[in-house]
């Protein structure tokens, strides 16, 4: 509904990433700078046990794309189980309402192959192109410029800290991709031949849409 509830959501997918059970309360935003609303805890206390690698995530107003690694037996179950139920009581509670928040439960895509692999986050990251450039899908852009520069400016997705611009660092694992893309430099530098040429063909086969 705003950017709390944005906000919250990111806190939710820090939090939750762990095998044992933990407090909202230990966890806070740091908002003090505009470039950077990195979650952090007040305390470490100790090391989390991680439940999955996050290498990819991207928020949009009534959805959202994850790319994720287990790290345990089950782990990604696991974690959106905790993500899910845990956003929506949070949810529930401050808009006084009752039920479930999420349509069904998570649908998920095994990837295979590094091809995949490294082409499903551009998809991810171009996704917030929906709210203001629909056409990007059919490959109709007027300015694939002003697209890459509003998603400079689109703070829900994991696409600036791959940039190297410091956004939610500690969400992600970033370094599998990085060595896939060559590093930053070389990710910033795709970005415009990607997005002329993207095909949702590509991954047909490993996202739900």
């Known amino acids: 509904m705003n950017d709390k509830d944005r906000y919250r959501f990111i806190h939710d997918l820090f939090i939750f990433n762990d095998l044992i059970n933990t407090d909202h309360l230990g966890y806070y935003y740091d908002r003090l700078s505009a470039q950077s ?12 046990k991680l439940l999955v690698d996050i290498h990819a995530f991207c928020l949009m107003p009534n959805h959202y794309h994850l790319l994720l690694s287990s790290r345990v037996e089950q782990g990604i179950s696991l974690f959106m189980k905790k993500l899910n139920g845990g956003y929506a009581k949070y949810f529930n509670e401050k808009y006084k309402r009752s039920g479930a928040l999420f349509q069904g439960k998570y649908k998920s895509v095994e990837v295979r192959g590094d091809p995949y692999f490294s082409y499903l986050p551009y998809y991810i990251h171009f996704n917030p192109l929906d709210l203001k450039m629909p056409l990007w899908r059919k490959r109709e852009m007027k300015s694939p410029q002003d697209a890459l520069k509003y998603l400079e400016s689109y703070r829900w997705s994991s696409h600036l800290d791959y940039l190297g611009i410091k956004n939610f660092p500690s969400i992600t694992r970033r370094d599998v991709l990085l ?11 795709s970005l415009d031949q990607t997005l002329r040429g993207f095909s949702l063909e590509n991954v047909a086969d490993t996202t739900l849409e």
């Open 37 to 48: 609303a990195d979650v952090r805890r007040q305390q470490i206390e100790r090391k989390r």
């Open 179 to 189: 060595n896939l893309f060559g590093g930053k430099s070389r990710y910033a530098q």
